[in-house]
C-alpha cells in the first residue's frame, strides 16, 4: 500500500511543472486556469527552486489534461524541453564524449530532477537498455512522468547525436495502451509496448560508441563537478525548512508546536524562527502546506470520511477543516474528491 508521505516527499524539480504551464499558456489558458485545484502558486512556482511533490505535480497534471483535453501531454512537454531546461545534468550529459558517457551521466544525477525514479542499464545482447524502477507507485501521474522521460530521452540522445533512426528504438510503458496510442508512435516511432512490468527503453548496443556531436571536455568537467556537489547535498537543500517539513509529515494528526519542535531541534524557539525566516519560510506556512496536500492525498487514495481525513489532519471540527479546504483550493472537500473518484484508485486505511 502506498505511503502518503512518499507522496509528499520533495521529488521534481519546479522546472517541469513550469514547462507544463508555459505550455497551457500557449493553449491560451489563463494562470487561474491552470493552478486551479492545485494549491500551487503562480510566483512561487515560477520564482523558488524548490522541489515538488507528487501529490503537487499530480494535481497541476490532472488539470493540465482537463484543460487542454490532451492526455499525452508528458509526450509533447518533453520533446519541447530544451537542454538547458535540465540545468547541469543537461549540460554535463551533451557534453560528454559519447553516447555511453551521455546515458552515465543521466543514470547518475536524474535523481537531482526526479528523484521518484531509479534509472538502470544493462547491456542486453546486442542491445543497450534502460530501465525505471519506482521507487514508490506513479499512479496517477504515471502516464505523465514516462511519457515526459521517454521524449526528454530521445531529444537528448539526438541533441548530442544527430537524428536518430526510431526504427531501431524500443519503447515500453508500465500502463494499458490508451486509446491515443498512435501519439506515442508518432513521437517515438513504430515499437511501442504497453503493460509492461516496467518503464523500458532500448537502442543498439553499438550506438553507445557513437561519439557526441556537442562533446565539450571542459564543459563536462565543470558541469559535472556542480551536478556530483549537488547530489551529494541533495537532502540538505531545504535546510531548516525541510527538517521542519519533514518532522510534520511523520506527525500522524498530532502536530507538533513550534516550541516542541525548536526542542527537539535544541535551540531556542526565536533561534528556529530566525532560521526559518532566513529561508523565506514560517512555521505556520510549513504546515498548512503539509496539511493541505495529505488532505488531497487522503481524499484521493483513500475511502475516508470527510469527518475521518479532518481528524487525521488535526481538527476538531469538520466545519473548521472544510472552511480551510474553501481557502486552499476554492472547493469543498467532497467537491475535491468527486473531481478526482475517475482518476485514481482508492483504498481503505486503518
Same mark, same amino acid.
Given at each position: 500500500m502506498p505511503r502518503a508521505a512518499d507522496y509528499l516527499q520533495p521529488t521534481m524539480h519546479p522546472v517541469y511543472a513550469r514547462l507544463l504551464c508555459m505550455d497551457l499558456r500557449k493553449r491560451g489558458f489563463s494562470q487561474e486556469q491552470i493552478l486551479a485545484g492545485s494549491g500551487l502558486d503562480w510566483q512561487a512556482l515560477h520564482s523558488e527552486n524548490r522541489l515538488l511533490s507528487? =501529490?503537487?505535480?499530480?494535481?497541476?497534471?490532472?488539470?493540465?489534461?482537463?484543460?487542454?483535453?490532451?492526455?499525452?501531454? /508528458?509526450? =509533447? $512537454?518533453?520533446?519541447?524541453? +530544451? &537542454?538547458?531546461?535540465? /540545468?547541469?545534468? /543537461?549540460?554535463?550529459? &551533451?557534453?560528454?564524449?559519447?553516447? #555511453?558517457?551521455?546515458?552515465? $551521466?543521466?543514470?547518475?544525477y536524474s535523481p537531482l530532477r526526479l528523484s521518484g525514479l531509479h534509472l538502470q542499464g544493462a547491456e542486453t545482447g546486442e542491445r543497450f537498455e534502460m530501465l525505471a524502477l519506482e521507487r514508490f507507485e506513479m499512479r496517477r501521474i504515471s502516464e505523465f512522468i514516462y511519457g515526459n522521460l521517454a521524449t526528454i530521452s530521445l531529444r537528448l540522445l539526438e541533441t548530442a547525436s544527430g537524428t536518430l533512426d526510431l526504427q531501431q528504438l524500443r519503447f515500453a510503458f508500465p500502463f494499458a495502451r490508451p486509446q491515443w496510442a498512435a501519439e506515442y508512435h508518432r513521437f517515438l516511432g513504430p515499437n511501442i509496448e504497453f503493460d509492461a512490468a516496467v518503464y523500458?527503453?532500448?537502442?543498439?548496443?553499438?550506438?553507445?560508441?557513437?561519439?557526441?556531436? %556537442?562533446?565539450?571536455? =571542459?564543459?563536462? #568537467?565543470?558541469?559535472?563537478?556542480?551536478c556530483e556537489y549537488q547530489l551529494q547535498h541533495l537532502n540538505q537543500t531545504d535546510g531548516?525548512?525541510?527538517? &521542519?517539513? +519533514?518532522? @510534520?509529515?511523520?506527525?500522524?494528526?498530532?502536530?507538533?508546536?513550534?516550541?516542541?519542535?525548536?526542542?527537539?531541534?535544541?535551540?531556542? %524557539?526565536?533561534?528556529?524562527?530566525? #532560521?526559518?525566516? =532566513?529561508? /523565506?519560510?514560517?512555521?505556520?506556512?510549513?504546515?498548512? +502546506?503539509?496539511?493541505?496536500?495529505?488532505?488531497?492525498? @487522503?481524499? $484521493?487514495?483513500?475511502?475516508?470520511?470527510?469527518?475521518? $481525513?479532518?481528524?487525521?489532519?488535526?481538527?476538531?471540527?469538520?466545519? *473548521?477543516?472544510?472552511? %480551510?479546504?474553501?481557502?486552499?483550493?476554492?472547493?469543498?472537500? *467532497?467537491?475535491? #474528491?468527486?473531481?478526482?473518484?475517475?482518476?485514481?484508485? +482508492?483504498?481503505?486505511?486503518?
Open positions: 507528487l =501529490e503537487q505535480m499530480g494535481r497541476l497534471v490532472l488539470q493540465a489534461e482537463t484543460l487542454s483535453g490532451c492526455p499525452w501531454l /508528458g509526450l =509533447e $512537454v518533453g520533446a519541447m524541453t +530544451q &537542454v538547458a531546461a535540465h /540545468g547541469q545534468l /543537461g549540460y554535463a550529459a &551533451v557534453a560528454s564524449a559519447d553516447l #555511453r558517457s551521455l546515458i552515465g $551521466v543521466i543514470q547518475r523500458r527503453f532500448s537502442m543498439p548496443l553499438e550506438w553507445l560508441d557513437w561519439p557526441c556531436l %556537442t562533446a565539450d571536455a =571542459e564543459l563536462a #568537467r565543470l558541469a559535472l563537478r556542480d531548516w525548512s525541510g527538517r &521542519v517539513r +519533514q518532522r @510534520l509529515l511523520t506527525a500522524e494528526g498530532r502536530y507538533p508546536t513550534l516550541d516542541e519542535l525548536a526542542e527537539e531541534f535544541h535551540m531556542s %524557539t526565536r533561534t528556529l524562527i530566525r #532560521r526559518l525566516r =532566513e529561508e /523565506g519560510s514560517q512555521y505556520q506556512e510549513l504546515l498548512d +502546506q503539509v496539511r493541505q496536500e495529505l488532505a488531497c492525498w @487522503l481524499l $484521493v487514495h483513500t475511502e475516508l470520511s470527510i469527518e475521518a $481525513v479532518a481528524e487525521r489532519l488535526g481538527y476538531s471540527d469538520t466545519s *473548521n477543516f472544510s472552511r %480551510t479546504f474553501r481557502r486552499w483550493l476554492g472547493m469543498p472537500p *467532497n467537491a475535491f #474528491r468527486a473531481s478526482r473518484d475517475e482518476t485514481a484508485p +482508492q483504498q481503505n486505511l486503518p
